[in-house]
Every structure is written in structure tokens, then in C-alpha cells.
């Protein structure tokens, strides 16, 4: 049976993500002298290349020997303590150079507004928790939404990064799917095009999670995913019915089901899983609908006429009894 989407394109698709995670990705590491060793040492496990193509330079920040960013970085992350004259010195440079700048501490609300004027860093670029942990959670978030043209590479090399680009991926194809619904006014006509961007979406997380995508794998998934089947019953795991208007329950169920798809995607390679195995899970979700589809359509087909059918027709001996 021909799939109602073209795979040549998904598979172009799922080479460009391998091309983007293959990527070369250099990360610069200022660190204030006083800066906690908790955040240092958080930074120093979970900031660790996972393959050649990423490359670390770590400097301390000291009074007046400011560090010298080495060509071709693409981000300075900034390790901050007090916040000193050492410090706003060592990311005069980078600024100048115009390169994405992020500054990382530990603390509360008014901690992030004191390194924001002391610093001179806009508060957008600053990344500060209560922990260690949470601070670099955000900071992924951060590096995710400000290098979106390295961001597979990133995730492909820290797994920190990973659930941060992946649910950029989900959110952003589900606003689309969810306009697609909500503005082809053709019935049947939006379901090619959100199928496509849910596969072209999952292929997106199984890259950042590191995951091969061979022509095999790529043709199962798309043959799980096309059909619609799919879509609505993860829709349906999330909607409750309301009386709401066709172009709004198309606009919804994209949108619906393309979050509930990715945020399965996630769950499943978060533990260990392989495309393959999602394959698996996605397949059984189908078939599970298709199945219950085709059980209602049977019962319909059972059923007796409607009362008002069987009512006689008008000026019969017993019409009106």
C-alpha cells in the first residue's frame, strides 16, 4: 500500500538531522575564581563531549587576565561566584566578537538581578537556581533556544541537552500540526501534512538522542504513523468530547496528538529505549485503533432503524396513533 507521504523527503530529512548532530560545536568556560565548587562540579560531569566533534576551552576569570576566546566558539558560559570586576572583563571579548554569552550561578531572584548589574548581562542570558542541577537543566533550555543551528550537535554530545531540544521539536511541530487542522478546510487534506511533520519531528528527537536512522527504520515509522490512526488515539488519551466546533477539533487533536507523540518519544528514549522499540510501541497504538474503529463501524451496521424510520407515512390507517 503507497504511503501518503514522501519518503525520499522524510529520508533527506533524517540525513540533514545526522549532518546537523555530526556538526562541530566548540564551548568556551569562564570560571570566577569564588564560584561554587557544587556548580563546578556539576558542570565538569555533565558538560562532557560525548564524541571529537565537540571541543571544551576552560579558563579561570581573574582581574586583569582576561581570557582570550579561541576561534570558532560558538557559545561562552560563564561559571559565576560574586560576580567580580574579573569576570565582567573576560566577557567584554566575547561580546565584542558578538558570540552568544550565558551566565550560570546558584541563588535566588535577587541573585540573578545582582549579577545582571554587576556583570552588565541582560537578565534573558542569565541562568540562576537554588541547585547545582536545576541551574544546568535551564541552562540547556538556554544554549537550545539561542543555538538552534547547533542545538542537535549539542544534544548529540551532552545528554543534558537532550530532553531540552527534543521538546523544543514537540512544541514547535504541534503549533504547527494544530494550524494545519484548524486552517485546511478540505477534509482529509491536513493528514498527509501532519503526518509528515510527526515523522520528520521524531526523527528529529531519535537524532538528538543518538539513534540511527537508516532507510528501514525511517520507512516503519512512517508506515506506524501515516493513516491517522495513530494520531487520534494519542489525541484521544489526553481530549475529553466537547460540543466545539469541526475546524476546532481538528486544530486541537493536531495539536494534541503531536505533544502526546513526542512526549512518548521522549519518555522512551530517556530510558534506554531504540527507535526500533518505539516503532514497536507506536504500531500497537494503531493497530489498538484501527481495531476499535472497525468494532464501532460493525455495531452501527447492527443496529436497528432509527424510531422516527419505522413511524407509518403520513395518512396510513395508523399514522398519527
Do not use: C
Not at 307 to 317: A, H, K, Q, R, Y
Amino acid at each position: 500500500m503507497a504511503l501518503p507521504i514522501d519518503v525520499r523527503d522524510l529520508m533527506k530529512s533524517g540525513s540533514r538531522f545526522i549532518e546537523e548532530r555530526s556538526q562541530p560545536v566548540r564551548i568556551a568556560v569562564f570560571v570566577e575564581v569564588d564560584a561554587p565548587d557544587s556548580l563546578m562540579e556539576t558542570v565538569r560531569d555533565r558538560l562532557r563531549p560525548a564524541t571529537a566533534a565537540a571541543s571544551l576551552q576552560i579558563d579561570v576569570a581573574e582581574i586583569g587576565k582576561a581570557p582570550v576566546t579561541a576561534p570558532g566558539t560558538d557559545v561562552v558560559i560563564a561559571l559565576a561566584g560574586s560576580g567580580n570586576v574579573g569576570l565582567r572583563e573576560a566577557l567584554e571579548g566575547p561580546r565584542r566578537l558578538r558570540l552568544p554569552v550565558v551566565v550560570a550561578a546558584i541563588g535566588d531572584a535577587s541573585r540573578e538581578f545582582d549579577l545582571a548589574a554587576s556583570l552588565r548581562q541582560p537578565t534573558s542570558d542569565l541562568v540562576v537556581r537554588a541547585e547545582p542541577e536545576e541551574t544546568l537543566d535551564r541552562l540547556g533550555l538556554w544554549l537550545s533556544e539561542n543555538l538552534s543551528s547547533r542545538r542537535l550537535a549539542l544534544a548529540h554530545n551532552f545528554s543534558f541537552m537532550r530532553a531540552a531540544v527534543a521538546e523544543d521539536a514537540v512544541r514547535t511541530t504541534a503549533w504547527q500540526n494544530g494550524l494545519v487542522g484548524v486552517l485546511t478546510p478540505i477534509p482529509g487534506a491536513d493528514m498527509p501534512i501532519m503526518t509528515a511533520n510527526q515523522i520528520k519531528m521524531l526523527l528529529q528527537i531519535a537524532a538528538a538522542y543518538g539513534q540511527p536512522l537508516s532507510v528501514e527504520r525511517v520507512k516503519e515509522l512512517a508506515a506506524v504513523v501515516a493513516g491517522g490512526y495513530l494520531l487520534r488515539a494519542l489525541a484521544r488519551q489526553t481530549l475529553t468530547v466537547a460540543p466545539v466546533l469541526g475546524w476546532a477539533v481538528k486544530g486541537v487533536l493536531g495539536y494534541t496528538g503531536t505533544i502526546v507523540m513526542g512526549k512518548a518519544a521522549i519518555r522512551y528514549f530517556e530510558a534506554g529505549a531504540d527507535l526500533g522499540q518505539l516503532t514497536a510501541y507506536f504500531m500497537s497504538l494503531r493497530d489498538r485503533a484501527a481495531s476499535s474503529v472497525r468494532q464501532r463501524r460493525m455495531r452501527s451496521q447492527a443496529l436497528p432503524p432509527a424510531e422516527d424510520s419505522m413511524l407509518p407515512p403520513p395518512g396510513s390507517d395508523t399514522a398519527g396513533v
